[in-house]
């Protein structure tokens, strides 16, 4: 199959990439490189420097011929949606919009989502389910949502085929360190960077943190021929609460700094994965362990100025 990844060059698109080009599809990137890195495409994959938002996208990708597109471009930031919302709906609502009608236009057959549990706000029970109360806190969870809602309801003629999987929280290697990123990822740095971990509020808050390597295949499987359109929860079914993250990450003698909530927090957010391992096949195969030690060998080896702390505890 010949894919278009957007945001191929960002941390959740270039493990897809890579995962896709492993297993034989020519991969296109599109990126803007507004937060993607270049150094994160694989040398394989042909790359454009577009924006999903661009009006003029349909022409500028006109003569190529795509048999799916892997949608991962996004802005993910909460806080920046709190202080931008509009942005964060041009971005992640008129840029979808404007992709699905390219993807329409020329006759994809296959269109892959990204979409967040943020979608479900606070959730009522927890595992949540994919049918679920859609309760989004924020703008940004707003937008995911709308996208969703725009893409089950589109009219293409050609019968292009959906599937929105919706993250939980996604850890790895290429993960930013700039502007508002995972906690996993900010842990680890202020940890080798010898300063005190930050936890926002008494951090018994829960995620379920799913490992990226997972996510890309969960991406690779929902393009199979016979994988159903539908809605799918991509986590590990596993809660975690942020003090014990930070335990794993530092110790159990290492106390970290509390500082107030952040706005619109969900307190509790773990997703149920029947679907999408009955329907998918899919299983998480990278128990949070092996991931956060994953993790932070990238880390230690790639960013500038860290103490050279030779492993997590």
């Not at 725009?150 to 050609?158: A, D, E, R, V, Y």
């Not at 942020?242 to 957010?269: F, K, M, T, Y």
Request: proline share 6%; aromatic share 6%.
């Amino acid at each position: 199959m010949r894919i278009l990844v957007t945001g191929g060059a960002g941390f959740i698109g270039s493990h897809i990439t890579d995962r896709l080009i492993g297993h034989g599809h020519p991969v296109t990137v599109l990126d803007d490189l507004s937060t993607g890195r270049i150094e994160n495409v694989h040398p394989a994959a042909a790359f454009r420097q577009l924006d999903v938002t661009d009006p003029q996208l349909a022409r500028k990708l006109a003569g190529e011929h795509f048999d799916a597109i892997v949608h991962q471009a996004a802005q993910v930031s909460v806080l920046r949606s709190l202080d931008d919302p509009r942005f964060d709906a041009q971005v992640n609502l008129a840029g979808t919009m404007n992709l699905l009608a390219y993807a329409c236009r020329a006759q994809v057959k296959r269109f892959v989502f990204a979409s967040s549990a943020a979608v479900y706000g606070n959730p009522s029970a927890i595992p949540v389910r994919e049918d679920a109360p859609l309760n989004p806190l924020s703008p940004y969870g707003e937008s995911k949502l709308a996208a969703e809602e725009f893409l089950q309801n589109q009219k293409c003629s050609s019968g292009i085929q959906i599937i929105i999987l919706r993250y939980a929280n996604v850890y790895g290697p290429h993960q930013s360190i700039q502007g508002e990123t995972g906690v996993v990822c900010t842990l680890i740095h202020q940890i080798l960077s010898g300063k005190t971990p930050t936890i926002h509020g008494d951090g018994l808050q829960t995620r379920d943190f799913v490992y990226v390597g997972d996510v890309a295949e969960a991406n690779l499987l929902a393009l199979s021929s016979d994988a159903p359109p539908g809605v799918y929860n991509v986590g590990t079914g596993a809660a975690t609460s942020i003090l014990r993250l930070h335990e794993l990450l530092a110790g159990p003698n290492r106390r970290p700094l509390h500082v107030a909530p952040r706005a619109c927090d969900v307190r509790h957010s773990v997703l149920d994965i029947t679907a999408i391992r009955n329907r998918l096949g899919w299983e998480p195969s990278l128990a949070l362990p092996e991931g956060l030690s994953r993790t932070w060998r990238y880390m230690l080896n790639h960013l500038d100025g860290v103490a050279r702390t030779p492993a997590f505890a």
